[in-house]
């Protein structure tokens, strides 16, 4: 069989609930939708984060975040530690497998050369570095407020800075998208949309607002920002077609983690404590290790050569790495990774899942095994007082996580927060001996 062209979407800061094919009822996502409809529709898929840097690491590498030296640490302020060459990213692999390499959009993994994208397995950048830019300007104003930081522009060609000041970003991810097939339609290529919506700050061009307007205003903009990643989405799918590789192409899509509830989402400080993105059933929001921060909306397509299906059991992006790789023809044991490949699931042999998920965010450590999972320190919204030292759900009665049975549950408790804080010690342990040396400032 011809080995597929892999086209990876990730959105930011997207809620489980905030696709039509996942549940919204107040807008639609067709295109999204469409995909859906081609493959397999995964309601139980996991970040590897809730926040945005580590998650796209885990993604990008097969490693849980702390193993592949990407971790959110808060040191003074938030700021993350940069991936480099020395973990190799699905980008790396897959050139090895001689595919043309792309990525067009948020990288967020890292300002120094050896961190950047060209270094990591992308032959060609078209994006920014960043965690988040003006829409219109592609200026860096975050954290001007404390008086140190300029605003910086940031937007690059491979390590060019180039300017479009006023093309709408979203819009400009997906052109770049589009002229990368354009470019790469005669070889096996490998490209990265990473947009930056719905990720503040909230902007959106009057004619996505038009699609929505009976809904309140932040979930107006929510929707609008959503509905152009869809639009774009389409573009790249109506681009394969024309090109008659639609069904030569692999689609994964995924959010990097949960709504932000943050207050630059909306800037009015904290008598609205919605600002548009949705979670759905679930508790918690970016930052937390409740589902509502690390569940999230996936799709895995490929037209015509893959079944559709609803999977629900829990997967985590981890898993992505050797899935696709697996796929395209590579061998997953060639690498140190954390995840399972869920080729087997695909192929109708098996669904390979794993004993159990683990997650770490701070002073938060977390551990899904079954329809068991344990948060330690759990925070639902960020800064809050944690909900509870030990707090375990069972996710098939109280998919909510609203009661508390660890009390009720001694032995599974014991359990779940044993396996946890043991991985959490094999991760500090393999940040200290091979990644904090490289950040002193963060140790």
Same mark, same amino acid.
């Given at each position: 069989?011809?080995?597929?062209?892999?086209?990876?979407?990730?959105?930011?800061?997207?809620?489980?609930?905030?696709?039509?094919?996942?549940?919204?009822?107040?807008?639609?996502?067709?295109?999204?939708?469409?995909?859906?409809?081609?493959?397999?529709?995964?309601?139980?898929?996991?970040?590897?984060?809730?926040?945005?840097?580590?998650?796209?690491?885990?993604?990008?590498?097969?490693?849980?975040?702390?193993?592949?030296?990407?971790?959110?640490?808060?040191?003074?302020?938030?700021?993350?530690?940069?991936?480099?060459?020395?973990?190799?990213?699905?980008?790396?692999?897959?050139?090895?497998?001689?595919?043309?390499?792309?990525?067009?959009?948020?990288?967020?993994?890292?300002?120094?050369?050896?961190?950047?994208?060209?270094?990591?397995?992308?032959?060609?950048?078209?994006?920014?570095?960043?965690?988040?830019?003006?829409?219109?300007?592609?200026?860096?104003?975050?954290?001007?407020?404390?008086?140190?930081?300029?605003?910086?522009?940031?937007?690059?060609?491979?390590?060019?800075?180039?300017?479009?000041?006023?093309?709408?970003?979203?819009?400009?991810?997906?052109?770049?998208?589009?002229?990368?097939?354009?470019?790469?339609?005669?070889?096996?290529?490998?490209?990265?949309?990473?947009?930056?919506?719905?990720?503040?700050?909230?902007?959106?061009?009057?004619?996505?607002?038009?699609?929505?307007?009976?809904?309140?205003?932040?979930?107006? !903009?929510?929707?609008?920002?959503?509905?152009? @990643?869809?639009?774009?989405? #389409?573009?790249?799918? =109506? %681009?394969? +077609?024309?090109? &008659?590789?639609?069904?030569?192409?692999?689609?994964?899509?995924?959010?990097?983690?949960?709504?932000?509830?943050?207050?630059?989402?909306?800037?009015?400080?904290?008598?609205?404590?919605?600002?548009?993105?949705?979670?759905?059933?679930?508790?918690?929001?970016?930052?937390?290790?409740?589902?509502?921060?690390?569940?999230?909306?996936?799709?895995?397509?490929?037209?015509?050569?893959?079944?559709?299906?609803?999977?629900?059991?829990?997967? !985590?992006?981890?898993?992505?790495?050797?899935? @696709?790789?697996?796929?395209? #023809?590579?061998?997953? =044991? %060639?690498? +140190?990774?954390? &995840?399972?490949?869920?080729?087997?699931?695909?192929?109708?042999?098996?669904?390979?899942?794993?004993?159990?998920?683990?997650?770490?965010?701070?002073?938060?450590?977390?551990?899904?095994?079954?329809?068991?999972?344990?948060?330690?320190?759990?925070?639902?919204?960020?800064?809050?007082?944690?909900?509870?030292?030990?707090?375990?759900?069972?996710?098939?009665?109280?998919?909510?996580?609203?009661?508390?049975?660890?009390?009720?549950?001694?032995?599974?408790?014991?359990?779940?927060?044993?396996?946890?804080?043991?991985?959490?010690?094999?991760?500090?342990?393999?940040?200290?001996?091979?990644?904090?040396?490289?950040?002193?400032?963060?140790?």
């Amino acid at each position: 069989m011809k080995r597929p062209n892999v086209i990876m979407i990730l959105t930011d800061d997207q809620g489980y609930g905030d696709l039509s094919c996942m549940g919204a009822t107040d807008f639609r996502t067709p295109h999204l939708d469409a995909l859906a409809a081609d493959g397999v529709r995964f309601t139980s898929m996991y970040s590897a984060s809730p926040v945005c840097s580590p998650s796209r690491a885990a993604l990008l590498t097969g490693r849980y975040p702390g193993n592949a030296g990407v971790r959110a640490i808060l040191a003074g302020h938030r700021r993350a530690s940069g991936l480099t060459p020395a973990v190799p990213t699905l980008a790396t692999a897959l050139k090895k497998l001689g595919y043309a390499t792309g990525l067009s959009g948020k990288w967020h993994l890292g300002l120094k050369p050896e961190c950047r994208p060209n270094a990591n397995g992308f032959d060609e950048f078209s994006g920014f570095l960043a965690g988040c830019v003006d829409y219109y300007s592609h200026i860096f104003y975050w954290g001007m407020a404390d008086g140190n930081t300029n605003p910086t522009h940031d937007l690059w060609e491979n390590d060019e800075e180039v300017y479009d000041n006023g093309e709408y970003l979203t819009e400009r991810i997906t052109r770049k998208g589009v002229a990368f097939i354009r470019r790469h339609r005669d070889e096996p290529f490998f490209l990265f949309v990473a947009y930056n919506a719905p990720h503040y700050p909230m902007h959106a061009p009057q004619k996505y607002l038009d699609r929505f307007p009976d809904l309140p205003p932040d979930r107006r !903009i929510m929707a609008a920002m959503l509905s152009a @990643v869809d639009d774009g989405v #389409g573009e790249l799918r =109506a %681009e394969l +077609e024309r090109l &008659g590789i639609l069904e030569d192409t692999l689609f994964y899509f995924q959010s990097d983690n949960g709504p932000s509830r943050e207050s630059r989402n909306w800037l009015d400080g904290t008598e609205d404590p919605y600002y548009g993105g949705t979670t759905g059933k679930f508790s918690g929001h970016k930052f937390s290790l409740f589902e509502g921060g690390v569940r999230v909306p996936a799709i895995l397509s490929q037209k015509g050569r893959i079944r559709p299906d609803v999977v629900d059991a829990p997967h !985590i992006a981890t898993d992505i790495f050797p899935t @696709v790789l697996e796929l395209c #023809g590579g061998d997953p =044991a %060639e690498y +140190e990774i954390d &995840g399972v490949s869920l080729k087997p699931l695909l192929t109708g042999e098996n669904d390979a899942t794993h004993e159990y998920l683990f997650w770490e965010m701070e002073g938060q450590t977390a551990v899904r095994k079954g329809k068991y999972k344990l948060v330690l320190n759990g925070q639902l919204v960020e800064g809050e007082t944690p909900r509870a030292p030990v707090f375990l759900a069972d996710l098939e009665a109280d998919p909510g996580e609203t009661t508390n049975l660890a009390e009720r549950l001694p032995e599974i408790t014991s359990e779940l927060r044993a396996a946890a804080l043991t991985w959490r010690a094999g991760i500090e342990k393999t940040w200290d001996e091979r990644f904090a040396k490289n950040y002193p400032s963060l140790t």
